[in-house]
Protein backbone atom coordinates (compact mmCIF):
# COMPACT_ATOMS: atom_id res chain seq x y z
CA UNK A 1 0.00 0.00 0.00
CA UNK A 2 1.32 3.17 -0.74
CA UNK A 3 0.16 6.68 -1.02
CA UNK A 4 -0.77 7.59 -4.42
CA UNK A 5 -0.48 11.35 -5.53
CA UNK A 6 0.44 14.40 -4.04
CA UNK A 7 3.15 15.52 -1.60
CA UNK A 8 3.65 11.77 0.07
CA UNK A 9 3.19 10.48 -3.54
CA UNK A 10 5.02 6.94 -3.71
CA UNK A 11 5.14 6.76 0.30
CA UNK A 12 4.74 3.10 0.85
CA UNK A 13 2.52 2.51 4.55
CA UNK A 14 3.47 0.23 6.97
CA UNK A 15 2.46 -3.37 6.49
CA UNK A 16 -0.42 -4.53 8.20
CA UNK A 17 0.03 -7.48 10.54
CA UNK A 18 -4.10 -7.18 11.60
CA UNK A 19 -6.17 -9.65 9.29
CA UNK A 20 -8.98 -7.72 10.41
CA UNK A 21 -8.17 -4.84 8.49
CA UNK A 22 -9.18 -4.63 4.71
CA UNK A 23 -7.77 -1.50 3.53
CA UNK A 24 -8.76 -0.25 0.51
CA UNK A 25 -7.12 -0.98 -2.75
CA UNK A 26 -4.72 1.63 -4.02
CA UNK A 27 -6.79 1.49 -7.57
CA UNK A 28 -10.09 1.98 -5.70
CA UNK A 29 -8.80 4.91 -3.58
CA UNK A 30 -7.14 6.58 -6.76
CA UNK A 31 -10.72 6.30 -8.55
CA UNK A 32 -12.17 7.65 -5.88
CA UNK A 33 -10.01 10.74 -5.17
CA UNK A 34 -10.07 11.08 -9.09
CA UNK A 35 -13.85 12.17 -8.90
CA UNK A 36 -13.34 14.31 -5.69
CA UNK A 37 -11.23 16.82 -7.36
CA UNK A 38 -10.08 19.87 -6.01
CA UNK A 39 -13.16 19.21 -3.32
CA UNK A 40 -9.65 17.43 -1.41
CA UNK A 41 -8.11 20.75 -1.24
CA UNK A 42 -8.33 22.79 2.09
CA UNK A 43 -10.75 20.13 2.63
CA UNK A 44 -11.38 19.31 7.27
CA UNK A 45 -11.67 15.00 6.67
CA UNK A 46 -13.16 12.91 8.73
CA UNK A 47 -11.91 9.35 8.53
CA UNK A 48 -14.23 6.76 10.02
CA UNK A 49 -13.29 3.24 10.74
CA UNK A 50 -10.15 4.31 9.82
CA UNK A 51 -7.76 1.16 9.73
CA UNK A 52 -4.33 1.99 8.11
CA UNK A 53 -5.58 5.48 7.85
CA UNK A 54 -4.88 5.45 4.13
CA UNK A 55 -7.98 7.45 3.00
CA UNK A 56 -7.07 10.24 5.48
CA UNK A 57 -3.49 10.46 4.63
CA UNK A 58 -4.07 10.63 0.98
CA UNK A 59 -6.25 13.22 1.65
CA UNK A 60 -3.60 15.40 3.16
CA UNK A 61 -1.14 14.17 0.37
CA UNK A 62 -3.98 15.88 -1.76
CA UNK A 63 -3.98 18.74 -0.03
CA UNK A 64 -6.56 18.57 2.64
CA UNK A 65 -6.01 21.12 5.50
CA UNK A 66 -6.48 18.31 8.81
CA UNK A 67 -7.86 15.17 9.35
CA UNK A 68 -9.03 13.32 12.04
CA UNK A 69 -8.89 9.63 12.29
CA UNK A 70 -10.90 7.28 14.48
CA UNK A 71 -10.71 3.71 15.27
CA UNK A 72 -10.58 0.97 17.38
CA UNK A 73 -6.72 0.30 17.12
CA UNK A 74 -4.36 3.00 16.17
CA UNK A 75 -1.19 1.60 16.21
CA UNK A 76 -0.91 1.67 12.44
CA UNK A 77 -2.45 4.85 11.81
CA UNK A 78 0.17 6.63 14.62
CA UNK A 79 2.79 4.47 12.07
CA UNK A 80 1.62 5.86 8.83
CA UNK A 81 1.47 9.89 9.97
CA UNK A 82 4.86 9.31 11.52
CA UNK A 83 6.27 7.84 7.33
CA UNK A 84 4.07 10.49 6.04
CA UNK A 85 5.08 13.39 8.39
CA UNK A 86 1.67 14.39 9.00
CA UNK A 87 1.30 14.84 13.00
CA UNK A 88 0.95 18.40 12.87
CA UNK A 89 -2.71 18.63 10.98
CA UNK A 90 -4.16 15.59 12.39
CA UNK A 91 -5.94 14.07 15.32
CA UNK A 92 -6.17 10.32 15.94
CA UNK A 93 -9.09 9.16 18.39
CA UNK A 94 -9.03 5.86 19.51
CA UNK A 95 -12.62 4.32 20.19
CA UNK A 96 -15.77 2.47 19.09
CA UNK A 97 -17.64 4.90 16.29
CA UNK A 98 -20.42 3.34 17.12
CA UNK A 99 -21.09 3.26 21.25
CA UNK A 100 -19.39 6.45 21.46
CA UNK A 101 -21.22 9.60 21.21
CA UNK A 102 -19.30 11.38 18.29
CA UNK A 103 -20.10 14.84 19.38
CA UNK A 104 -17.85 14.34 22.78
CA UNK A 105 -14.58 13.77 20.56
CA UNK A 106 -15.17 15.61 17.83
CA UNK A 107 -15.31 19.32 19.69
CA UNK A 108 -18.22 20.33 17.48
CA UNK A 109 -15.91 20.59 14.02
CA UNK A 110 -17.63 20.32 10.78
CA UNK A 111 -16.10 18.08 8.08
CA UNK A 112 -15.91 18.36 4.53
CA UNK A 113 -15.40 15.03 3.68
CA UNK A 114 -15.89 12.34 5.21
CA UNK A 115 -14.87 8.78 4.07
CA UNK A 116 -16.45 5.61 6.11
CA UNK A 117 -15.00 1.72 5.50
CA UNK A 118 -16.07 -0.49 8.44
CA UNK A 119 -15.70 -3.92 8.28
CA UNK A 120 -18.17 -5.49 5.40
CA UNK A 121 -21.40 -7.20 5.89
CA UNK A 122 -22.27 -5.67 9.52
CA UNK A 123 -24.31 -2.38 8.45
CA UNK A 124 -22.05 -0.55 9.96
CA UNK A 125 -22.27 2.23 7.42
CA UNK A 126 -26.06 2.58 8.27
CA UNK A 127 -25.41 2.50 11.91
CA UNK A 128 -23.03 5.16 11.31
CA UNK A 129 -25.30 7.90 9.16
CA UNK A 130 -27.74 7.32 11.49
CA UNK A 131 -26.31 8.40 14.86
CA UNK A 132 -27.53 11.22 17.02
CA UNK A 133 -25.93 13.96 16.24
CA UNK A 134 -24.23 12.67 12.98
CA UNK A 135 -25.43 15.34 10.90
CA UNK A 136 -24.03 18.07 13.12
CA UNK A 137 -20.70 17.22 12.04
CA UNK A 138 -21.33 17.34 8.37
CA UNK A 139 -20.96 20.95 6.86
CA UNK A 140 -22.71 22.22 4.24
CA UNK A 141 -21.40 21.08 0.98
CA UNK A 142 -19.99 17.40 2.80
CA UNK A 143 -19.54 14.83 0.62
CA UNK A 144 -19.51 11.11 2.18
CA UNK A 145 -17.27 8.57 0.66
CA UNK A 146 -18.50 4.98 1.78
CA UNK A 147 -17.24 1.28 1.02
CA UNK A 148 -19.02 -1.95 1.54
CA UNK A 149 -19.25 -5.33 -0.22
CA UNK A 150 -21.06 -4.80 -3.86
CA UNK A 151 -23.14 -7.78 -2.48
CA UNK A 152 -24.77 -5.43 -0.07
CA UNK A 153 -27.32 -3.23 -0.14
CA UNK A 154 -27.15 0.43 1.94
CA UNK A 155 -30.50 1.99 2.97
CA UNK A 156 -30.39 5.73 4.28
CA UNK A 157 -33.97 6.62 3.79
CA UNK A 158 -35.61 9.52 6.22
CA UNK A 159 -31.39 9.85 6.98
CA UNK A 160 -31.71 13.50 5.28
CA UNK A 161 -28.98 12.07 2.88
CA UNK A 162 -29.15 11.02 -0.31
CA UNK A 163 -26.98 8.61 -2.59
CA UNK A 164 -26.10 10.84 -5.76
CA UNK A 165 -23.48 8.64 -7.21
CA UNK A 166 -21.98 5.31 -7.05
CA UNK A 167 -19.03 3.18 -8.50
CA UNK A 168 -18.06 -0.43 -8.54
CA UNK A 169 -14.81 -1.71 -8.37
CA UNK A 170 -14.73 -5.31 -8.50
CA UNK A 171 -15.99 -6.45 -5.30
CA UNK A 172 -16.32 -3.03 -3.48
CA UNK A 173 -19.09 -0.49 -3.95
CA UNK A 174 -18.41 2.94 -3.39
CA UNK A 175 -21.24 5.70 -2.19
CA UNK A 176 -21.05 9.00 -2.54
CA UNK A 177 -23.67 10.87 -0.53
CA UNK A 178 -24.17 14.50 0.82
CA UNK A 179 -27.19 16.43 2.22
CA UNK A 180 -30.18 17.00 1.06
Known amino acids: MRIISGRCKGRKLAKLCDEKIRPTSDRTREA ?3 ILGQRVK ?3 VLD ?3 GTGALGLEALSRGAF ?4 IDLSCDIIHQNLERCRFKKNTRVICCDILTAPLNEH ?3 NQFDLVFID ?3 GKGYIEQTLKKKLFADLLAKECIIIAEQSCKECLCIEDSGLDIYRQKKYSKTIIYFIKKI
Not at 66 to 69: L, N, S, Y
Open 42 to 44: KAN
Open 66 to 69: HATF
Open 106 to 108: LDK
Open 32 to 34: VFN
Open 118 to 120: PPY
Open 48 to 50: LFA
